[in-house]
């Protein structure tokens, strides 16, 4: 299974990635060892994500998430179509 993940930063910013593993994933954005980004803003926490079978599905819809505004991930994060 492939996973579109969103993250919140200590500083309240969004992070959007993908991975085949989430809950590794997660773990190491918080042991300072995943995305650039995240490295600063430490802890994250895992605040929405989707299933997807294939590794391109899941690429793909993490570009579409990453050209939202924060507006529109809140709005999916909070269950309502963006």
Known sequence: ???????TCADGSLYTGWTN????RVEKHNSG???KYT????PVSL????????AREAQSREFH???LTREE???????NTE
Do not use: P, W
């Open 47 to 54: 605040t929405y994500y989707e299933e997807y079978e294939t």
């Open 1 to 7: 299974m492939n996973y579109v993940y969103i993250l």
């Open 21 to 24: 593993d989430l809950a590794v």
């Open 73 to 79: 991930k809140l709005a999916l994060i909070r269950g």
């Open 33 to 35: 060892k995943g995305a």
């Open 65 to 67: 998430i990453k050209r």
């Open 39 to 42: 490295r600063s803003r430490l």
